[in-house]
């Protein structure tokens, strides 16, 4: 019997995961993790109200979500000071950069992102037969006016800046990318990944002009908000972008009490302002026991703090791998040199102790190993 | 300053939705529905023990769900005697159409469905360039043998079938569909929705020959289950083809708590036969009240009805708008002659009382307007 007959990409892609998860970390390794600060999930969690609300409203779950999302859309709207039809609901920032890739890009199709950035947005870019062109950091940040000169030079239709920036941390302020933005090429969109921006500094985020029709941002609830397991991202953009969305979207795959406990997390306003504190504080903690052990923590405008081992790629290797062998889990940044770091999430305290009893013995074992 | 450049594939796509959600329609009529018997879903509910389940994971919601779907995977592998290498969970049904048909469809290539089927997988057929081929519903069941004839005529990749089929509520056997699969030609990959399989007599499933490369099919927690809101699927197939849906899904895209919730949903089988029992019971009176109101009820193999309100497709609209603007939420198939009927789900009494005293209303205004 013949086998299915897949699309010619589709048999060039390689069966592979963006990231391994925790869970099948442990799995590997026959014991569950004491301290689980890899993933940049907010171990605070979300607001109680929204967890209450999520409860509560379970006894409906034989019922699909609403397609439009639209109480959600509707408060996160008047949140922004846009319009409903500036936003779309997705599953996670994952889901919607596969739909946005989609839109834009075919076969052949340029697209430029930093070395060493988000790997999901690549795996979509490749999954769509995208060809991605990448530049190399500066000073650990990413590189605005290098990305868009380099989607001048290929052509590109996308271009792709986290800011803040995962995984270093780093950011711009808004009012330096929108002077970058002069030199974004004509039919280049900037997608900027705004997962991190509510533990950013103020001025942080690009000001939002929301006809601009070069560039379209995206947000979560899987971070500051505590909900990275309900899967609840969106995007803003110009309303015809956000529109060509209902092309490819699917309309009825957002988990219904994923969208009542993202509105309730975002009416908790002020849990998340208690939330950013205990992040402020752990980012602290995690600076601290970084240089209590001789290395250098880079500054952070997120939920996670990038930790400068001291050596190259294969030394910081070498220290998260015995982290994880002693129970904490954390990651580190792909590429060179950024890959001389470990990337540490913020936690409680009892998650930092286990961070901080277990990270002296790492670095001893990779020094002599 | 310019639009973003879409792809050909994208700017040619409608802006569709392939149904009009129920809470869309309260939001167009002002009000709320008394009786919401239209989506097909589950009125009856999950069990209780996969609400508690869900709600005490919330907790946890900060945590990203297994990528793997490990825990619920195994359990379904053991449910069917399979391998969990033959199993790919995902967000729903309708988000494990799209990675199929991403996998096997680029501009041009043939598929086959029935005219009237799944207006969903349509949509995505679409959505990636492929040319759907219609058969007709013989006696408003699907026709394998005609729409595996079309599949060879016009060398299709992929042919969809629904068993038991939506919207007619119609079924095959097993056995029919094995003997039938004898003229699915060579390359033709049989897409088989069981989605209301759980509802059907014995023996209506294709049996499970998880080797077979000729057929993949889906399944839900939507349904009998009773989770549609959680959005929960699965596709049944050789390890092969499960492996290549990790070369386009999103692998972080599942809900934390839905995974747990169907877990527990799959555990919990009394349950399951007793929301059967019910779905049986509210058929029969579905049944009773289309022939109280001299219509014809269709033999029905799922957890709706299809009722045949005895004239042409504009005479049964007629009746479904004046159902809907009494409050009671209904829908129709799309296609003639299977359009002369409404479809109307199963529901506890106190919604079926209220389909019984609007039926008749309903229809004598459609036969004097």
């Not at 979300?46 to 019922?63: C, V, Y």
């Not at 239709?157 to 711009?172: E, R």
Request: charged residues 20%; proline residues 7%; contains cysteine.
């Amino acid at each position: 019997m013949t086998q299915p007959r897949y699309t010619p990409l589709a048999q060039s892609l390689p069966a592979s995961v963006p990231f391994v998860g925790p869970e099948t970390q442990e799995r590997q390794r026959g014991a569950p993790f004491a301290a689980r600060l890899g993933a940049n999930e907010n171990i605070f969690g979300p607001s109680p109200k929204a967890i209450a609300a999520m409860q509560g409203s379970l006894g409906e779950i034989w019922k699909y979500g609403d397609a439009e999302s639209h109480d959600l859309r509707a408060a996160l709207a008047a949140h922004h000071s846009v319009a409903p039809e500036n936003i779309m609901i997705g599953e996670g920032i994952d889901g919607l950069l596969g739909y946005l890739v989609r839109l834009l890009i075919g076969d052949g199709d340029a697209v430029v992102t930093s070395l060493g950035a988000y790997p999901t947005f690549n795996y979509h870019v490749a999954g769509f037969g995208g060809v991605l062109h990448t530049v190399p950091y500066k000073d650990d940040h990413e590189d605005p006016a290098a990305l868009f000169a380099r989607a001048a030079e290929v052509d590109a239709k996308l271009v792709y800046l986290a800011n803040p920036d995962n995984p270093m941390g780093s950011w711009h302020s808004g009012a330096d990318l929108l002077a970058a933005m002069d030199a974004l090429p004509e039919g280049c969109l900037l997608l900027l990944d705004e997962a991190y921006i509510d533990c950013a500094p103020d001025r942080t985020a690009l000001p939002i002009d929301i006809s601009d029709p070069r560039v379209i941002r995206t947000r979560t609830f899987s971070k500051a908000y505590g909900m990275a397991g309900a899967r609840v991202g969106y995007v803003l953009a110009e309303a015809e972008l956000i529109a060509a969305f209902n092309k490819v979207r699917n309309h009825f795959g957002m988990n219904r009490t994923a969208q009542i406990g993202a509105l309730a997390a975002l009416q908790d306003q002020a849990w998340l302002a208690e939330v950013l504190d205990r992040i402020s504080t752990a980012r602290d903690r995690i600076a601290q026991i970084a240089r209590d052990n001789g290395l250098t923590p880079l500054p952070s405008a997120t939920n996670f703090v990038a930790i400068d081992c001291g050596s190259d790629g294969a030394f910081a290797k070498s220290v998260l791998e015995d982290l994880v062998d002693q129970g904490v889990f954390v990651r580190m940044p792909f590429a060179a040199p950024q890959n001389r770091c470990i990337r540490v999430s913020c936690g409680p305290e009892d998650q930092l102790d286990a961070f901080a009893r277990a990270l002296p013995i790492a670095l001893e074992r990779a020094r002599n190993g």
